[in-house]
């Protein structure tokens, strides 16, 4: 007997039982369905997390006040024995070589207003290298200038949209916004540059770090962006920094952070996420097999006196088996088809509704799920195949009687 | 070509065993056209079961073309009915989803014959029972003679050499009853042994001679153009004996 002979039996058996196959089908693709679309969103979830850390910049170091090796939380959450200070990043400036560009951030949100209009908006100070580091380019005006860092002019630099939404049509270099109570003159607008690790660099205003640092009235640092040189010398640059500050603080007291390690760490976490997702669509996927299973015992004892015939006309157990078997195979398979398919289009249609997120399913859910389809049509097809194989001939031609 | 030595089918039914046949010795020559006739419960699908290695007797020998079948596997018994058995059913036992050539095809799918070599042998075996005409039509698009007919087809597609016929025109009106017969007296005249069941004295004295069944033994052997009123005169001992007994 061959595949193809097979192939139409189980075929021309399917299509006679048309409504019942259709659930069939249906109940297998919206498992695959289901597997589909959730790792892709798991997946754009991680892409979209670590796309975040990459537009930093992969050269990124970032230290952080506080040291939590030892709980594994996420640093900066826990106390800081001894605050990041001016005086830190220009030691790192002058002490570590392979720093292209040093930037202290200190950073609230306050209200900024021009005329009428206004709103509350992150407000960072920091310096010139800030330009460097977060790889920004400016729209129209200047940076903000490279001048020693305690000099604190009441300058600003605006991002694209805030601008937009304040001075409407006006050119925004040269007018003067008030940062809370602080009047100060725009210099620059940055080029939009979008949403990165939660800080829309479009909608906030930068400011020198000692004004940032008056504003807020605080005499400690937020963080400290490094931009090593030589990508290569990222580790050695990184222990470094840690070194030199645990001399300066007499401990070692701060986290510094690569941009491959955050990326690395939320990845494998968001991997997990896209796993688990891919969990609970095969949940439907084996509730799919379940019901083929269902449908076969049903089909096997419909069919009880086709399997009586086919014995009576010499087919063998395995053949029996075989043909039930592949009946199931071809349920799944079929379904899992259908399931990819409606998978890959609500995944190409969520990518339309929303463009910015990079939904995609992984090539490997797109194997598995396939690969689990066909193993659930083989695997519950088996005890329904198995039964019509070991069923008596003559019993089998007596029902039908 | 068949011989049957001291044959016995018993059933475990609630715990008691049952003798469905008890002690059957016949030989049946190849060539011949045997009817089973007997009252219900008196064994003959037991018999014809047996006869077609669709079950194995519980004693005795069963001997079918010098090969003893009586202790064949499952497996071997499969080879046995695929190359040497054709049945054909009081109910046809068509496959609804399949026209009539695939229903005719069947037997020769499970054989691995290659689908061209099938198609050309049930074109020749449809033609023969003069359904060329209705290849492609399903089982419900055909009348019972010619449901019957495509099963005789399918019984021949492997060309066997002993035909087992369970009451082949049960189902049927005189006219195409008649025709059914017909085309298995033609099949028996060309050598293929035959063996019919049937309730039917007017089927069975179409045949050469007749076993009579009752209680699971041959009770009588006649010759198939005395069956008529051997087989009444037996419904009467049967009715008397009934009676007495009661």
Redesign the interface.
Known sequence: ??I??CLR?AG??L??QRLRTGLSLLGVAIGVMSVIVLTSLGEGARRYVTGQFASLGTNLLVVIPGKNETTGGLPGMGGAPEDLTLQDAEAIVRRIPGANAVAPMSMATDLVSYGERGRQVPVIGTTSDFMIARHLRMAEGSFLPDVDNDRGAPIAVVGKKLAKELFRGERPVGKVVRVGDWRIRVIGVMDSRGVSVGLDMDDCVLVPVATGMRMFNRSSLFRILVDVKVRADQDETKNQVIRLLADRHQEEDVTVLTQDAVVSSFSSILNVLTMALAGIGGISLAVAGVGIMNVMLVSVSERT??V??????????H?ILGVFLLEASLLSSLGGGIGLGLGLLSVEILGKVFPKFPAASPLWAIGLSIGVSVTVGVVFGLIPAHRASRLD??VA??R?? | MILLDHLCRDYLVGGQTLRALADVSETIEAGEHVAIMGPSGSGKSTLLNLLGCLDRPTNGRYVLDGQEVSGLSTHELSMVRRHKIGFVFQSYHLISRLTATGNVELPMVFAGIPRSERLKRVAETLDWVGLSARAHHRPDQLSGGERQRVAIARSISMKPRLLLADEPTGNLDSAAGAQILEILETMNRDGLTVITVTHDPGVGQRAQRVLVLADGEVVRRVPGREIVEAYADFNREQQASAGSSS
């Open positions: 007997m061959m193809l002979d039996m021309t058996a299509v006679r006196f086709e009586g015939l086919m014995k009576a006309v010499g087919a063998k157990e053949q001939p003559v031609l007596a039908s009687k």
